[in-house]
């Protein structure tokens, strides 16, 4: 290629135009697949956006993870509660005590509660009643053994047969 003078002022702006039009390519494939600083922020503040909104969800989730495990804690304590319930009925009627001493039983397990129970049983020797033996006419009802007395007592007074 042969060195061309320059002569005009188009000529010259025409070489330039050339020159940075190349520089501008190569200034594009060198950026190519990058994004504006513009769209970077677009971006950035959605992202931003998003990490707010999911940390609100979390915070949320984790105070019902929380609320639900005290709630399982509370019927967790309540099934014990019964449970211990259970086995002192259960070691009062086989020891033989009456219902009403069952509360003055202690203990969290089964050794504890017959251990406790024998103890309290000592407190009853010989003070313990026989229950009373059902009535075969009645139904065991006060009641119904009331107003079985008053009809029984009405027929003797109208000359019935018992």
Request: aromatic content about 6%.
């Given at each position: 290629?042969?060195?061309?003078?320059?002569?005009?002022?188009?000529?010259?702006d025409?070489?330039?135009?050339?020159?940075?039009?190349?520089?501008?390519?190569?200034?594009?494939?060198?950026?190519?697949?990058?994004?504006?600083?513009?769209?970077?922020?677009?971006?950035?503040?959605?992202?931003?956006?998003?990490?707010?909104?999911?940390?609100?969800?979390?915070?949320?989730?984790?105070?019902?993870?929380?609320?639900?495990?005290?709630?399982?804690?509370?019927?967790?304590?309540?099934?014990?509660?019964?449970?211990?319930?259970?086995?002192?009925?259960?070691?009062?009627?086989?020891?033989?005590?009456?219902?009403?001493?069952?509360?003055?039983?202690?203990?969290?397990?089964?050794?504890?509660?017959?251990?406790?129970?024998?103890?309290?049983?000592?407190?009853?020797?010989?003070s313990?009643?026989?229950?009373?033996?059902?009535?075969?006419e009645?139904?065991?009802?006060?009641?119904?053994?009331?107003?079985?007395?008053?009809?029984?007592?009405?027929?003797?007074?109208?000359?019935?047969?018992?």
């Open positions: 290629m042969a060195f061309e003078t320059i002569t005009t002022q188009e000529q010259l025409a070489i330039i135009q050339e020159r940075v039009g190349r520089a501008k390519d190569s200034v594009r494939k060198e950026f190519e697949g990058w994004i504006s600083p513009e769209d970077q922020e677009k971006k950035t503040l959605g992202l931003n956006q998003q990490i707010s909104d999911l940390n609100g969800q979390v915070k949320d989730l984790n105070e019902k993870v929380e609320n639900h495990a005290q709630e399982i804690a509370e019927r967790d304590t309540r099934i014990k509660a019964y449970e211990t319930s259970s086995v002192k009925m259960r070691v009062a009627r086989e020891k033989g005590l009456p219902y009403e001493a069952v509360e003055f039983i202690t203990g969290e397990d089964e050794e504890s509660i017959g251990k406790s129970a024998d103890a309290l049983k000592g407190l009853f020797k010989g313990r009643a026989e229950p009373p033996t059902p009535n075969p009645g139904s065991g009802r006060k009641e119904h053994d009331d107003n079985e007395s008053y009809r029984k007592a009405l027929k003797k007074l109208r000359g019935g047969n018992e």
